[in-house]
């Protein structure tokens, strides 16, 4: 009986000693369990921005006037541990040349972490120095660009809209899918039936390849097919012509410069004229003019009339002589100006 009692004694005891070590191990391994998970939330939080490709660079440069364009073009991350990436461009004056600064939102899946930013500088430029930038080897963003991308991306969609249509299950693709869906099954049955080692040569009864899918079956066919796409839109820029008429002023010209005239002052006189030859006598050539012509056997007379005499000068300043004429300042033009986008399917904004 007394050894009876001390096997006794001795299993408790070995019991109780396996209980407590097994409660000392399980305390150990959830003690590492959670440490393990605090330094795996550390890590993802430090390392988030390195879950995220394509935002490497800390500057970006746009030429003025420039829109549509998407911030979000390029960037991808890890879905597993990413959320999403959002973008706040609200700062941007677009129209005036100037640095601005953009702010990118990292959400991450594990909502136990805290979103990280990632701050960008934007330089607007004008066109002059957009190109200067080009040579030297910078990207500038600008409106051909912007279209360029959209075209990228409408030729892109369209081109995975055509492979979708073309990935379509037909009715002998479902059968194959189905026969996929529930595969898992039949190698269930399989390894049960290799157990039993009965049925190892015959088709498992589940797994026949022409048999309608069950309801699990076709919940599982239903996600792999590929979905309708939806339309998305695909803006373009688009313009409409401004005329501006032509710029002009009116300016004189000198048609006839400034000159002075002397005008001739006139009186009338009385004068006494030889009646025989016509020349005009004086008091002093009167007398021995007319015994000439009596000495020559001719008349001799004489006779007075009126005659115009100048007796000074006015001087009269005449002025410059102007024309006015039209000079052209800036030739008319039309110009292109944005006037907002348009979707191919008729859409606008």
């Known amino acids: 009986m007394e050894q009876k009692k001390k096997k006794k004694m001795i299993a408790l005891i070995v ?18 369990n959670s440490n393990k998970e605090d330094r795996t939330v550390e890590t993802k939080k430090a390392d988030l921005l390195e879950d995220v490709k394509g ?16 911030f979000l073009k390029g960037i991808t ?35 136990k972490m805290d979103s990280v930013e990632k701050k960008v500088q934007i330089e607007v ?15 500038v963003i600008t409106n051909e660009t912007v279209n360029e991308d959209k075209k990228q991306e ?26 996929g869906s529930v595969s898992s099954g039949n190698n269930n049955s399989t390894g049960s039936n290799s157990s039993s080692g009965s049925n ?7 797994g026949g390849s022409t ?7 076709n919940s599982n066919q239903g996600s792999q097919k ?37 005008v001739p002052i006139y009186e009338t006189v009385m004068k006494t004229f030889c009646g025989t030859c016509g020349a005009e006598l004086t008091l002093e050539t009167a007398g021995s003019h007319e015994e000439k012509h009596m000495l020559n056997g001719e008349n001799a007379s004489r006779y007075e009339k009126p005659v115009q005499v100048i007796k000074g000068y006015e001087t009269i300043n005449h002025q410059a002589e102007y024309g006015t004429r039209y000079v052209v300042d800036q030739a008319a033009y039309d110009e292109q100006v944005p006037a907002g986008f348009k979707c191919s399917c008729g859409a606008t904004k």
Not at 15 to 32: E, M
Not at 128 to 138: Q, R
Request: no cysteine.
């Open 200 to 206: 190892t040569g015959s088709k498992p009864s589940t």
């Open 55 to 70: 935002l490497e660079l800390d500057k970006l440069y746009m030429e003025v006037k420039t829109k549509g364009n998407d």
């Open 77 to 111: 991350y890890d879905k597993k541990v990413v959320k999403e990436v959002l973008v706040d461009t609200s700062n941007v004056n677009y129209e005036k040349e100037g640095t601005y600064e953009i702010v990118y939102t990292i959400v991450p899946v594990d909502s």
């Open 15 to 32: 019991a109780g000693v396996v209980l407590i070590g097994g409660a000392g191990i399980g305390t150990v391994i959830w003690a590492n």
């Open 226 to 262: 590929p979905s309708t796409p939806s339309h998305t839109h695909n803006w373009v820029q688009q313009y409409t012509t401004v005329h501006h008429p032509e710029k002009g002023h009116n300016e004189q010209y000198v048609i006839k410069e400034a000159w002075t005239e002397s």
């Open 125 to 139: 430029v004008s066109p002059e120095k957009a190109e200067e930038l080009k040579k030297e080897g910078h990207d």
């Open 211 to 217: 048999s309608k899918p069950s309801t699990g079956g």
């Open 154 to 179: 409408e030729s892109e969609k369209k081109e995975e809209e055509s492979k979708g249509e073309e990935q379509k299950p037909s009715t002998g693709n479902s059968n194959s899918e189905t026969t």
